[in-house]
């Protein structure tokens, strides 16, 4: 029974690896997975009961991050709709090629810490297109991008899902996690900034312009954006002091921003502010990815409930006898397949019985797996939203990119390390 499962696991996590060669959405293979994984080892066990019981354990847990997903999904996508992102692009002024190049890599850094590694991806990919007409020069900005959008996600509780993950499942809080990995997550920023910054030389060729339409009036872009930025920074504050889950924040956010925008379009024409309502943002949000996510984590759920996770855990502690050592294997692994698995695997794998809330083991995987993503253009969310977008090659990442994100890696996680040994931290 367990063989069959495992095998199912790693034949679904192949085809999820190599979705862009076999085409088929990694969404469906990790549902399919999911569901044929359950499937087997309920057919295999006498007790059904316990099984139905384990089987709602793990969506219970999962479901709390599905809806912060959605909710945090959402807020950006009617921010985006009221062309709120605006706002940002009309503060770039600057053509120099290097400048334009730091201003972009810490709005990715600080953005994502706020919003999330994803959509901060999404949106300076369409930044981007209308400040620079190079693509070859556009590429490495992108390339950049994904290492900054990463590393920023890694520091945050919500600019990541593996850190928001952690969060959620009670092994690391807010003011420990921001305290202890932003340093580290700066300098695997800036390392790999300054060698790719040498490439850029010059000013950059913009876009020609065209007439904007936008739909929305100065007041209701800034309000919007501000509000759905100040109702994300909300979420931590509101779970520090309600001691809720933080997709109860979210719903409560989105909630609060669902009624001020019926607001303040209800003498409009229903034409013209259907594009501008929750109701259009709710289905233009990345479902799939949502539905990849709960395939994946359910997955999980399964090798967690039989066992496999746990022998893995001990295989690993036998073999290499080191924390620093199992995790930074697990982030460098992040790159290579997703880091949402990884990061569920280890939490099925080491209890907090073993490794309490903002113990070292737990900070340090919030670093490596948020940031080791970066190494290949496949091994974030990031890096597969830009790979989209731009059609970014893979080969084209690995021989320009890869090699500048592993120094930066591992100049982050040694600050880490060093930082832990001599403060404390």
Same mark, same amino acid.
């Given at each position: 029974?367990?063989?069959?499962?495992?095998?199912?696991?790693?034949?679904?996590?192949?085809?999820?690896?190599?979705?862009?060669?076999?085409?088929?959405?990694?969404?469906?293979?990790?549902?399919?997975?999911?569901?044929?994984?359950?499937?087997?080892?309920?057919?295999?066990?006498?007790?059904?009961?316990?099984?139905?019981?384990?089987?709602?354990?793990?969506?219970?847990?999962?479901?709390?991050?599905?809806?912060?997903?959605?909710?945090?999904?959402?807020?950006?996508?009617?921010?985006?709709?009221?062309?709120?992102?605006?706002?940002?692009?009309?503060?770039?002024?600057?053509?120099?090629?290097?400048?334009?190049?730091?201003?972009?890599?810490?709005?990715?850094?600080?953005?994502?810490?706020?919003?999330?590694?994803?959509?901060?991806?999404?949106?300076?990919?369409?930044?981007?297109?209308?400040?620079?007409?190079?693509?070859?020069?556009?590429?490495?900005?992108?390339?950049?991008?994904?290492?900054?959008?990463?590393?920023?996600?890694?520091?945050?509780?919500?600019?990541?899902?593996?850190?928001?993950?952690?969060?959620?499942?009670?092994?690391?809080?807010?003011?420990?996690?921001?305290?202890?990995?932003?340093?580290?997550?700066?300098?695997?920023?800036?390392?790999?900034?300054?060698?790719?910054?040498?490439?850029?030389?010059?000013?950059?060729?913009?876009?020609?312009?065209?007439?904007?339409?936008? /739909?929305?009036? !100065?007041?209701?872009?800034?309000?919007? +954006?501000? *509000? #759905? @930025?100040?109702?994300? =920074?909300?979420?931590? %504050?509101?779970?520090?002091? /309600?001691?809720? !889950?933080?997709?109860?924040?979210?719903? +409560?956010? *989105? #909630? @609060?921003?669902?009624? =001020?925008?019926?607001? %303040?379009?209800?003498?409009?024409?229903?034409?013209?502010?259907?594009?501008?309502?929750?109701?259009?943002?709710?289905?233009?949000?990345?479902?799939?990815?949502?539905?990849?996510?709960?395939?994946?984590?359910?997955?999980?759920?399964?090798?967690?409930?039989?066992?496999?996770?746990?022998?893995?855990?001990?295989?690993?502690?036998?073999?290499?006898?080191?924390?620093?050592?199992?995790?930074?294997?697990?982030?460098?692994?992040?790159?290579?397949?997703?880091?949402?698995?990884?990061?569920?695997?280890?939490?099925?794998?080491?209890?907090?019985?073993?490794?309490?809330?903002?113990?070292?083991?737990?900070?340090?995987?919030?670093?490596?797996?948020?940031?080791?993503?970066?190494?290949?253009?496949?091994?974030?969310?990031?890096?597969?939203?830009?790979?989209?977008?731009?059609?970014?090659?893979?080969?084209?990442?690995?021989?320009?990119?890869?090699?500048?994100?592993?120094?930066?890696?591992?100049?982050?996680?040694?600050?880490?390390?060093?930082?832990?040994?001599?403060?404390?931290?």
């Amino acid at each position: 029974m367990e063989f069959a499962i495992i095998l199912i696991f790693i034949l679904g996590y192949l085809s999820i690896a190599f979705e862009h060669v076999i085409n088929i959405n990694k969404a469906a293979t990790a549902l399919v997975t999911a569901v044929l994984c359950w499937t087997v080892y309920i057919l295999t066990q006498s007790d059904k009961l316990l099984v139905h019981h384990q089987l709602q354990e793990h969506l219970g847990e999962v479901s709390g991050i599905l809806f912060f997903l959605l909710g945090a999904m959402t807020i950006v996508e009617l921010i985006d709709a009221h062309d709120g992102f605006q706002i940002i692009t009309e503060k770039i002024k600057t053509k120099n090629a290097l400048k334009l190049l730091w201003i972009i890599s810490f709005i990715a850094f600080f953005l994502s810490a706020v919003l999330d590694n994803l959509t901060t991806t999404i949106v300076l990919v369409s930044l981007l297109r209308k400040l620079i007409s190079d693509r070859e020069q556009k590429l490495f900005y992108l390339g950049i991008v994904v290492i900054a959008a990463n590393a920023g996600g890694a520091w945050s509780p919500i600019g990541d899902v593996t850190t928001t993950m952690l969060w959620i499942g009670g092994q690391i809080n807010v003011i420990p996690i921001i305290t202890k990995l932003f340093i580290p997550s700066l300098v695997c920023l800036i390392i790999p900034l300054l060698l790719i910054g040498r490439k850029l030389k010059g000013n950059v060729i913009p876009p020609e312009k065209t007439e904007e339409n936008l /739909t929305t009036t !100065p007041f209701e872009r800034k309000f919007v +954006f501000y *509000l #759905g @930025v100040c109702t994300l =920074i909300f979420v931590p %504050i509101f779970k520090t002091i /309600t001691h809720l !889950p933080p997709y109860m924040a979210i719903l +409560f956010g *989105l #909630g @609060v921003m669902w009624i =001020i925008t019926e607001i %303040i379009h209800k003498d409009k024409d229903e034409d013209d502010k259907n594009f501008l309502t929750v109701v259009y943002a709710l289905r233009k949000i990345d479902t799939p990815s949502i539905l990849f996510f709960l395939g994946i984590l359910v997955s999980i759920g399964a090798l967690q409930s039989i066992g496999t996770l746990g022998k893995l855990a001990t295989t690993l502690d036998q073999t290499f006898h080191n924390e620093s050592v199992i995790v930074i294997i697990i982030g460098v692994l992040s790159s290579i397949v997703d880091n949402v698995p990884l990061v569920a695997a280890a939490q099925g794998m080491y209890p907090l019985s073993q490794y309490p809330t903002d113990h070292f083991f737990w900070e340090f995987l919030a670093y490596t797996t948020g940031t080791g993503g970066s190494i290949l253009i496949i091994g974030s969310a990031a890096g597969v939203a830009a790979m989209g977008m731009e059609k970014i090659d893979f080969i084209w990442y690995l021989k320009n990119i890869t090699f500048w994100s592993l120094i930066g890696f591992f100049s982050g996680a040694g600050v880490y390390l060093l930082q832990h040994l001599l403060l404390g931290l």
